[in-house]
């Protein structure tokens, strides 16, 4: 069923399916974006897909040719009228990060903005067969993951640029759903590369997230807390030239595999 202006007041109003601000729901009201969303995850027919928070279908009905497709929800109301709509795919009832989502090979969904990092973190983490993943979320949350540096920088971007390539695909504006957020969205894929050693980036994760505990203090003073040593911290810094001034945002992803690899 296609989900759009001239049918969602009465789906809401008959299957009593009212968005909920807990759950952070707007639903996506523009078939031709949603259409171009779906296309952009590239399915392959013979790849299990995962959906996450598909509210009332408006990306499911684009997904439900997908003969392997799993569609979660932690909405009982979402979940019980997707049911009757595709009968034919498998839903789960459940706060997604509480899924395993280790079998999936392609991730689409349309995210809750109040919990956006730890959602894409926890699939960083989690999707270990996934290969792409289609996701959108608040504007402004995307630069968690896209910066390299500035105060929006943070061990989430360290580790999503560590496995793979995140790429801008299009903005959403508030008017394409009901009810309206407060501002735009952003749509982006996220490429893994399939060479990269996962555990060890995790690692490498982990090690930044150390690094930042306390953005105000430089590397130098957060690496020496990490060590419990100080002269350590200061022969590490000055092998790998960098400056014990810096701050935990103005070292690169790149640079954060070599402090942890100086640091084991």
């Known amino acids: 069923m296609i989900i759009d202006r001239s049918n969602i007041l009465d789906i809401v109003n008959k299957t009593n399916t009212k968005p909920d601000k807990d759950y952070g729901q707007n639903f996506l009201l523009v078939p031709e974006i949603c ?10 027919q013979k790849e299990s897909v995962l959906e996450i928070g598909p509210g009332l279908g408006s990306l499911t009905h684009f997904l439900s ?3 392997n497709l799993t569609v979660c929800d932690i909405d009982n109301r979402m979940i019980s009228f997707l049911k009757i709509t595709y009968p034919e795919l498998n839903f789960i009832e459940n706060d997604i990060r509480k899924v395993d989502v280790s079998s999936y090979e392609k991730i689409i969904g349309n995210l809750p903005y109040n919990i ?3 959602l894409v973190t926890y699939l960083l983490i989690n999707a270990k067969k996934c290969k792409r993943m289609v996701l959108m979320c608040q504007q402004e949350a995307f630069s968690r993951f896209f910066d390299v540096s500035g105060g929006n920088y943070g061990p989430a971007s360290v580790l999503i640029h560590l496995l793979g390539t995140p790429k801008k695909l299009m903005t959403v504006k508030p008017g394409s759903f009901y009810p309206a957020p407060k501002c735009n969205s952003l ?8 060479k990269v050693n ?3 980036a995790i690692k490498v994760y982990m090690f930044a997230k150390s690094m ?7 590397i130098y003073n957060n690496l020496k807390n990490y ?8 022969h590490i810094l000055n092998t790998l030239s960098i400056s014990n001034m810096l701050r935990p945002e103005e070292i690169s992803p790149n640079m954060y595999v070599k402090l942890y690899e100086a640091s084991k």
């Not at 749509?187 to 399939?194: C, G, Y």
């Not at 930042?212 to 430089?218: A, D, E, Q």
């Not at 060590?227 to 200061?234: D, I, M, P, V």
């Open 35 to 44: 259409s171009d969303i779906v296309s952009a995850l590239e399915i392959d």
């Open 212 to 218: 930042f505990l306390n953005r105000r203090k430089t």
């Open 187 to 194: 749509v982006f894929s996220f490429e893994f590369d399939q």
């Open 198 to 200: 996962r555990e060890e």
């Open 227 to 234: 060590l419990q040593n100080s002269e350590r911290a200061t």
């Open 116 to 118: 956006t990092t730890e």
């Open 65 to 67: 040719n997908s003969k």
